[in-house]
């Protein structure tokens, strides 16, 4: 079945310094969302990717999807110690609007 | 305000004994589901149901029930048969089609003792 991979696994950056989070898939994805969960929270949606090579903007986070839809990443320039959580990307599976995510990017910020 | 409300937010159960998960949403949603987090981990899909009276098993349905009587609930059975239920139990739930994101409540963790 589709597997969604994430590296690296834990991240710990220094306040200001910048932070980049892979995510892979065996497949073919129609489309890629990312989430975040603050530490003992939930994950909230950040956003959607459709489109091969599509880049998309939130203030200091950027998101990319690859040419060939098979992997994406999430970077963020200048952490703040709020950017704290763990960041996991999903991919679609059959024919539904059933997910599989990935094993998520822990990021740790120091101030 | 809308949102999906999970409840209880703790939940201790005896070895062999059966719990029942609420997850009630506002949102008009017509998709739910339930997934499992163990601690360090992603999240595993259990039971999803796209309509009324409807539900599939996801990738670790074993020792699991669901029920969808009502567009607005979609509870969670975690069974005696369910060999290692102590995990973060979240529920979710999105519109119908394959582009929008999902809506999750804040959880239920549950501890076997």
Not at chain 1, 6 to 12: A, G, L, N
Not at chain 2, 23 to 37: G, I, S, T
Not at chain 2, 45 to 72: H, M, P, T
């Amino acid at each position: 079945g589709q597997q969604v991979m994430q590296i690296p696994q834990y991240q710990h950056v220094q306040e200001g310094e910048d932070f980049t989070t892979y995510c892979n898939s065996s497949t073919t994805l129609s489309n890629i969302q990312w989430y975040k969960q603050r530490p003992g929270g939930h994950p909230v949606f950040l956003i959607q990717l459709v489109k091969s090579g599509e880049v998309k903007k939130q203030k200091r986070l950027t998101f990319q999807f690859g040419e060939a839809k098979k992997n994406s990443s999430l970077h963020i320039t200048a952490t703040q110690t709020t950017d704290v959580g763990t960041y996991f990307c999903a991919g679609l599976r059959g024919a539904g609007n059933m997910l599989t995510f990935g094993g998520g990017t822990r990021l740790m910020v120091k101030p | 305000d809308g949102g999906i409300t999970q409840s209880p937010k703790y939940l201790f159960r005896k070895e062999g004994q059966n719990v029942t998960l609420s997850c009630e949403q506002n949102l008009n949603h017509d998709a739910m589901y339930w997934y499992r987090q163990d601690p360090g981990q992603g999240l595993r899909l259990i039971y999803y149901s796209q309509i009324v009276n409807d539900f599939q098993k996801g990738d670790i349905a074993e020792g699991y029930s669901v029920s969808r009587e009502k567009k607005e609930s979609f509870p969670l059975t975690v069974t005696s048969a369910q060999k290692n239920p102590t995990a973060f139990y979240l529920c979710a739930s999105s519109m119908q089609g394959r582009f929008y994101g999902y809506t999750f409540g804040s959880g239920t963790r549950l501890t076997v003792v």
